[in-house]
């Protein structure tokens, strides 16, 4: 490869993504500017290119020399031309839907040493390196922190061993005659790579969704032939150390029973897993699952493996298979969050790196939440997660699982209560809940309901389904819904108890609703929906004092549609599995555009509300994006149709602009078509692509389904809470912010409402993806950006 990495050669590797843009970065031509270097290390996992994309071409935007380093701390130690590679912004083309990591990862014996730590010292500073930025699990961190310790040690023995000469003619000379002070310090910014979401103090790990994604198919897929035989399926997981995927798999596909580490099973477990799978068989479910992580313990710490487990049901006269998953849940294309969360991780990496907080001790970029990045020191996150494996020894499996953070502690709450549920209403009509869908259908709404009957019965109280939306709930179309109703909701898409977008709030008969709730005695009304659920619930707030009916009930909203348009909460139920939905057909599409030297215009939904599109264009590496929230004009679309022609004169071979279907009265998706035809001069085709529907069917995505659970859980234990208390006349919306589950009151909401354009006032996600996507989008004026010196 003479140095350098092999260029792409297929045509999906030839797609410019990330904004495929030609960018010519600052001090480009600058001998003397600073040089970073990105490894991957330790098991792979989907996430690792989006990951080093973002990486790299962030730092050469910050005017920085990047180098990649194939196969981990192996290539770190040969340190050759072919192992140290100079990397450009078209060198980490075409790499964003690619599982694994395309700079591969290895074992590293020699990096244990200090002679092979020394040599890698001398490996990159005669490169003019002191900034690493590593992906990996805790063994590569903890190798990256060492070197950090012993850096500066090394340093001056490998001065101490120059030769004045050489100091005058060689590498330190060219790099370091004038900055001799730096070359002694290593800032080292770690990312963490892997698919058991294993590392402390960060919510989620590059991979671990991606991973979630293939184990909940698989388990979908199984449960099918599962109950066609009246079996029993036990099913082995990754997660040596932590049972993350284990227990959001049982929570997010309905499992009977789930072992994992942070929480050894009794030393009966043998007959607590025999009397989990049969009450779900005498519940006339034909199919039960029960999963096992790899390194699930009873609690003398003794390890329980999968076959055991299996013999367990045999020995009991239950027909049962084992399944072990293996490396399919470590491959693959990474899924939407797993795009944006890893380039949104290195793109924190970068500006870490730029502030050199990392001179004095390695930092680490973790997640609260979903994608609300904050910075913490390598040495503490390891020390959490060893923290973990401590309190499990030592018996306190709560606080194990408390470290894990709060979405853990909340799923595993949720199981199990739904385990040891008695799944009936031993006294009814102790407190009545009515349950209805309200706006636009979305993934995850019958996941939600069947959280809601489920966890209701686990507290004694009765749920009501409402079918048909507001006009079910007008016309009394309530019914009792048991345990076993619900059964096998989780993975279907649309809405089991219908809705309706056309029966708006402001047409809603107040007095006919609250004769509905009186004649079943209902207490609590919980709606499940999008913005139309906000006005509905609005509306009969406004009305409390006319209808003194409403004011002895309680009212929540559980937030879920794609759009992801919603006050007081940062994500709506459904949002994920449209966007997953979005990444795979466009994935599709851009094979088909670079064969042919097109633009494809892809029109998403969201209506006034630009998450779809920013978010979708961000994860798919679109040249442009469109949105609603920043208005179209004449001269940025002149501006625009300069780029285009600049990059295809340069051989460019596609380009990706996202709109939506709301984002312009003037300038409409085919309008966008019809304009950059009209100036292409035969250089490229046009085609216009609307996803239309697809966005809001299929089944819905882990994160969809575990997230539901989880909300559904802390709603369940705020309607107790309130109903112990008497407490009434509150109208709330249940959100999720920053990880953790929040309750706004009706006032908040309407004070962030933007009614005209049904989104909320202020959208977090614009001065973070958007500017992020913006800047890797740049078009360069110069074909030289995709050389090296």
Same mark, same amino acid.
């Given at each position: 490869m &003479? ?11 030839l ?8 960018f010519?970065p600052?001090?480009q031509?600058d001998e003397? *500017?600073p040089?970073?270097?990105v490894?991957?290390?330790g098991?792979?996992? +989907?996430g ?14 910050q ?23 100079e =990397? ?7 790499i964003?839907h690619k599982?694994?990591?395309?700079l591969g ?7 244990r ?17 002191n900034? #690493? ?9 903890t190798g990256?922190s ?6 500066t ?17 060689g ?7 004038d ?6 310090? #290593?800032?080292?910014?770690?990312l963490?790579?892997s698919?058991?979401?294993?590392m402390g103090?960060?919510s ?10 293939r !184990? ?34 049982a929570? &997010? ?10 929480n ?6 043998? $007959? ?8 779900s068989?005498n519940?006339?479910k ?5 999963i ?8 003398? =710490? ?5 076959e055991?487990?299996r ?9 049962? *298979?084992l ?5 399919v849940?470590?491959?693959?294309s ?7 969360h890893s ?5 924190? &990496? ?12 390695? $930092?680490?970029?973790c997640?609260?939440? =979903?994608?609300?990045t ?19 020894n ?10 894990r ?6 799923? %595993? ?11 009936k209403?031993?006294?009814p009509?102790?407190?009545n ?11 995850g ?5 069947r959280?809601?009957?489920r966890?209701?019965?686990?507290k004694?109280?009765?749920?009501y ?14 019914h009792l ?12 898409g649309? &809405? ?13 008969d ?5 004769e509905?709730?009186?004649?079943y005695k ?8 999008g ?13 409390a004092?006319?209808?003194? /009916? =409403? ?14 348009n919603? +006050?007081?909460?940062?994500?709506c ?7 997953n ?5 466009? @994935?599709k599409i851009?094979?088909?555009? !670079?064969?042919?030297? *097109? ?12 998450y ?13 994006? /469109?949105c609603?929230?920043? +208005?179209?004009?004449?001269?940025? #679309? ?5 780029d ?16 939506t279907e709301?984002?312009?009265k003037v300038? @409409?998706?085919?309008f ?8 292409s ?13 697809? $966005? ?7 994160m969809?389904r ?9 709603c ?5 809470e309130?109903a112990?208390? @008497?407490?009434t ?7 999720l912010?920053?990880?953790i589950?929040?309750f ?17 006032? %202020?959208e ?18 110069k074909?030289e ?5």
């Amino acid at each position: 490869m &003479a140095g350098k990495l092999q260029k792409f050669s297929s045509q999906v590797d030839l797609d410019l993504q990330f904004g495929a843009a030609r960018f010519t970065p600052r001090s480009q031509y600058d001998e003397n *500017r600073p040089c970073v270097a990105v490894l991957t290390s330790g098991g792979d996992s +989907p996430g690792m290119n989006p990951a080093v994309r973002a990486i790299v071409r962030g730092a050469l935007h910050q005017g920085y020399r990047v180098y990649g380093i194939r196969d981990g701390y192996r290539g770190l130690c040969r340190g050759s031309d072919e192992d140290i590679v100079e =990397l450009n912004w078209i060198d980490v083309s075409g790499i964003i839907h690619k599982g694994g990591t395309f700079l591969g990862t290895a074992r590293c014996e020699d990096f244990r040493t200090t002679k092979g730590r020394k040599k890698v010292v001398l490996n990159l500073i005669s490169r003019g390196i002191n900034s #690493l930025i590593i992906i990996g699990g805790d063994g590569s961190l903890t190798g990256a922190s060492i070197l950090h310790k012993e850096w500066t040690g090394y340093v001056d023995e490998l001065l101490n061993e120059m030769a004045e000469e050489e100091k005058s003619s060689g590498w330190f000379s060219k790099y370091w005659k004038d900055r001799e002070e730096e070359i002694r310090t #290593l800032q080292v910014v770690g990312l963490v790579g892997s698919i058991d979401n294993d590392m402390g103090n960060t919510s989620m790990t590059i991979g671990c969704d991606s991973a979630l994604h293939r !184990i909940c198919t698989a388990l979908d897929i199984i449960s099918s032939t599962a109950a066609s035989h009246q079996r029993a399926f036990v099913v082995e997981v990754m997660g040596r150390m932590c049972g993350w995927l284990a227990l959001k798999a049982a929570v &997010a596909c309905g499992a009977e029973f789930v072992f994992f580490p942070e929480n050894p099973t009794p030393l009966d477990w043998p $007959q607590k897993v025999i009397d989990a799978v049969k009450k779900s068989v005498n519940q006339e479910k034909r199919s039960a699952i029960v999963i096992v992580a790899e390194g699930a313990r009873d609690t003398n =710490l003794e390890h329980i493996s999968a076959e055991a487990v299996r013999k367990t049901l045999e020995d009991a006269g239950v027909d049962s *298979r084992l399944t072990i998953l293996g490396h399919v849940q470590r491959g693959g294309s990474p899924s939407f969050y797993d795009r944006a969360h890893s380039m949104l991780l290195g793109y924190s &990496a970068v500006q870490e790196m730029v502030k050199g907080t990392a001179k004095a001790e390695p $930092q680490m970029i973790c997640v609260d939440g =979903l994608f609300h990045t904050c910075t913490r020191t390598i040495a503490e996150c390891l020390a959490t997660s060893k923290e973990i494996s401590t309190q499990v020894n030592e018996k306190d499996y709560l606080k194990a699982m408390s470290l894990r953070g709060e979405g853990f502690l909340r799923s %595993h709450e949720a199981m199990l209560s739904l385990v040891t549920s008695k799944r009936k209403v031993e006294k009814p009509g102790l407190h009545n809940i009515a349950l209805f869908h309200v706006g636009a259908c979305a993934p995850g709404m019958n996941a939600v309901t069947r959280s809601f009957v489920r966890l209701a019965l686990d507290k004694g109280y009765s749920t009501y389904g409402v079918t048909g939306g507001i006009k079910g709930l007008e016309n009394a179309n309530f019914h009792l819904m048991s345990w076993m109703d619900v059964d096998g909701w989780c993975p279907l898409g649309g &809405a089991k108890l219908g809705t309706s977008r056309f029966a708006t709030a402001s047409k809603m008969d107040v007095k006919k609703v609250c004769e509905s709730l009186k004649k079943y005695k209902i207490k609590t009304l919980a709606m499940i929906g999008g913005w139309d659920g906000y006005l509905c619930m609005m509306y009969l707030k406004k009305h409390a004092n006319d209808y003194p /009916f =409403l004011k002895k009930i309680n009212i929540f909203l559980i937030p879920c549609t794609i759009s992801n348009n919603l +006050p007081c909460t940062s994500y709506c139920i459904g949002t994920d599995t449209a966007l997953n939905s979005i990444v795979e057909a466009v @994935d599709k599409i851009k094979e088909s555009a !670079i064969a042919q030297r *097109r633009i494809y215009v892809i029109e998403v939904m969201g209506a006034n509300c630009g998450y779809l599109c920013s978010m979708g264009s961000f994860a798919t590496g679109a040249e442009k994006t /469109f949105c609603p929230e920043v +208005p179209l004009t004449l001269e940025s #679309l002149k501006k625009d149709l300069d780029d285009v022609k600049e990059s295809f004169a340069h051989a460019k071979p596609m380009a990706l602009f996202f709109t939506t279907e709301k984002t312009s009265k003037v300038f @409409d998706t085919k309008f966008l078509a019809k304009l950059f035809k009209s100036q292409s001069d035969g250089a490229y085709d046009v085609r216009v692509s609307i996803l239309g529907h697809l $966005q809001q069917g299929g089944s819905p995505s882990p994160m969809d389904r575990f997230l539901g659970v989880e909300i559904v859980a802390e709603c369940m234990n705020r309607i107790e809470e309130y109903a112990s208390s @008497d407490r009434t006349n509150e109208f709330q919306v249940v959100g999720l912010q920053k990880g953790i589950v929040t309750f706004s009151d009706a006032s908040q909401i309407h004070e962030e409402m933007d009614i005209q354009q049904r989104r909320p006032k %202020h959208e977090w996600w614009m001065n973070s993806f958007s500017n992020i996507s913006k800047q890797y989008a740049e078009w360069a004026e110069k074909p030289e950006v995709y050389k090296t010196d």
